[in-house]
């Protein structure tokens, strides 16, 4: 799909939740500043979500350069707006973004990310062109998030990274089936998708250190249930800053716990019965023992990297089987 003409341009909102991320926000910021996009149809925001660090400084500072450059960077007009949601999750925190937000399009990045000055205008040129001919009909365009690892990349968590390649640079910018379900790092909306469908579920996205998740899945389902499109536009792309922290065992099988258990919230949401999820419970524990069981004939081959995957796939199990056991009698 061609770029849209500057002759006509609705007005974007850029809601950035953060937590505890004052090391990489300033980078993010950096990007938003430079989009190719004219400024005064921009509007930049950071929802600080009850972050222990400096963000609130790192903002203020910000802005404050930024203000200080403006003069010789007349294009570059932006203003960030510092935004404070005490109520911890990411949930909250992107809804809180919504609420405050003034645009006719909504977008919801994650606050590590860094992007070329096109990304904007590419990721949001579906939705540009929609908004200009009064339709209703994408509910959601995503775009290509590709990993990078500023620390290293260790080999036996390189299979679990790579970009999402729904479709291909060729394809180009396309609808998704209802199958796929594309991640949250690079997310823009309409506005009137929120005004119909509701904000984000609250209980299904990470609070302060949990890596609990699944509220993407949910409003992306919501879209799909009321036969309104999912774009994705692999060519508005943006770089996934994974640092070594998020490379380590400890941060993987917690990932892989906490991940299962919300996909279980998710689906007794779905009013799931409970023969339903028995049933994924023996298959769970058996795949947990499996799992076990190659895990240690791994490590007494010594192969490390091979037994920590599979103690991660294990433990994954056993995220499903505590989430399950918790369903079952009726607790969250």
Request: net charge positive; with cysteine; glycine share 8%.
């Amino acid at each position: 799909m061609p770029l849209p003409s500057r002759e006509t341009f609705p007005l974007i909102t850029v809601g950035v939740p953060t937590y505890n991320r004052a090391d990489v926000l300033r980078q993010m910021l950096e990007c938003l500043v430079r989009q190719d996009y004219p400024p005064e149809r921009l509007e930049l925001l950071v929802i600080d979500n009850n972050s222990p660090d400096n963000t609130r400084e790192i903002v203020a500072e910000f802005e404050k350069d930024a203000a200080e450059a403006r003069p010789a960077l007349g294009q570059f007009s932006h203003c960030v707006s510092y935004v404070h949601e005490p109520k911890q999750g990411l949930g909250h925190a992107r809804n809180r973004a919504i609420a405050e937000a003034r645009g006719d399009i909504i977008v919801l990045p994650d606050d590590d990310i860094l992007a070329e000055p096109d990304w904007l205008r590419t990721l949001c040129a579906p939705l540009i062109a929609e908004w200009r001919e009064g339709g209703h009909s994408i509910g959601c365009v995503a775009g290509e998030v590709l990993p990078i690892f500023p620390d290293g990349l260790p080999d036996w968590v390189r299979d679990w990274h790579g970009p999402q390649g729904f479709r291909s640079a060729e394809e180009g910018a396309g609808p998704l089936p209802k199958t796929a379900y594309p991640m949250g790092a690079n997310f823009a909306f309409p506005r009137w998708a929120f005004e119909r469908l509701g904000p984000f579920s609250t209980e299904l996205d990470r609070k302060g250190a949990s890596f609990f998740g699944g509220g993407d899945r949910e409003m992306l389902r919501r879209i799909h249930e009321a036969d309104y499109a999912v774009w994705f536009v692999p060519a508005a792309r943006v770089l996934h800053q994974m640092p070594a922290s998020r490379t380590t065992f400890r941060y993987a099988a917690r990932h892989a716990f906490d991940s299962a258990r919300s996909r279980v919230v998710e689906r007794a949401r779905l009013g799931r019965k409970s023969s339903y999820l028995v049933s994924r419970f023996f298959g769970n524990a058996l795949k947990a023992l499996g799992f076990a069981f190659v895990a240690l004939g791994c490590a007494l081959l010594f192969q490390r990297g091979a037994a920590k995957r599979a103690l991660v796939r294990a433990w994954r199990c056993c995220g499903y089987l505590y989430q399950i056991a918790r369903s079952l009698f009726g607790r969250v």
